[in-house]
T-cell receptor
């Protein structure tokens, strides 16, 4: 089954304790992205990757890191989480069409993160 | 920068009725995509429908259809014969065609279908 998976689905942690949220897709998509969802704000992009070893900042990258060492995986790293990073996080992936156009994005199931 | 606005935070209709969700957007681009995503209580983001701006014909997917008014920068979603399973948060989203690296989302409309 074609899918985007995220782990963990739920996480409660404390301020300053490093954590990683994993994202994996089995569709051979070139493009992957992380979004956060907050009430009244919709989803906002954190980081994206157009291919292996190619990553760039989205609209709200502060406090986050990413890496893309393999095509299927795109982990999100919070090196020193703070309470304002409490949110619902989504990973998404897509094919790249000709000229680098991003096709329809498909989303993982989401990770609910609470930072105390 | 592009912006997407959904002016209806919440809507509620009876089962089997038709409901229309509104979305407006602001862009200077001429070529782009528009999407409606559904987020049920499970929180999964599910693609409902997609529209390419260069296509004049409105997209349809079974009971879901859009009214795309490019000049007015409007992209509404119509759900016909609504079902209890349509209860969800609905997000309108925009993406540039060229040089696009992200979806720009509206704030969402919470739709409740009542039995």
């Amino acid at each position: 089954e074609a899918q985007v998976t995220q782990n963990p689905r739920y996480l409660i942690t404390v301020t300053g304790k490093k954590l990683t949220v994993t994202c994996s897709q089995n569709m051979n998509h070139e493009y992957m992205s992380w979004y956060r969802q907050d009430p009244g704000l919709g989803l906002r992009q954190i980081y994206y990757s157009m291919n292996v070893e190619v990553t760039d900042k989205g609209d709200v990258p502060e406090g986050y890191k990413v890496s893309r060492k393999e095509k299927r995986n795109f982990p999100l790293i919070l090196e020193s989480p703070s309470p304002n990073q409490t949110s619902l996080y989504f990973c998404a992936s897509s094919f790249l069409l000709i000229a680098g156009v991003v096709d329809t994005q498909y989303f993982g199931p989401g990770t609910r993160l609470t930072v105390l | 920068a592009q912006t997407v606005t959904q002016s209806q935070p919440e809507m509620s209709v009876q089962e089997a009725e038709t409901v229309t969700l509104s979305c407006t957007y602001d862009t200077s681009e001429s070529n782009y995509y528009l999407f409606w995503y559904k987020q049920p209580p499970s929180r999964q983001m599910i693609l409902v429908i997609r529209q390419e701006a260069y296509k004049q014909q409105n997209a349809t997917e079974n009971r879901f259809s859009v009214n795309f008014q490019k000049a007015a920068k409007s992209f509404s979603l119509k759900i016909s014969d609504s079902q209890l399973g349509d209860t969800a948060m609905y997000f309108c989203a925009f993406m540039k065609h060229v040089g696009a690296q992200k979806l720009v989302f509206g704030q969402g409309t919470r739709l409740t279908i009542n039995p």
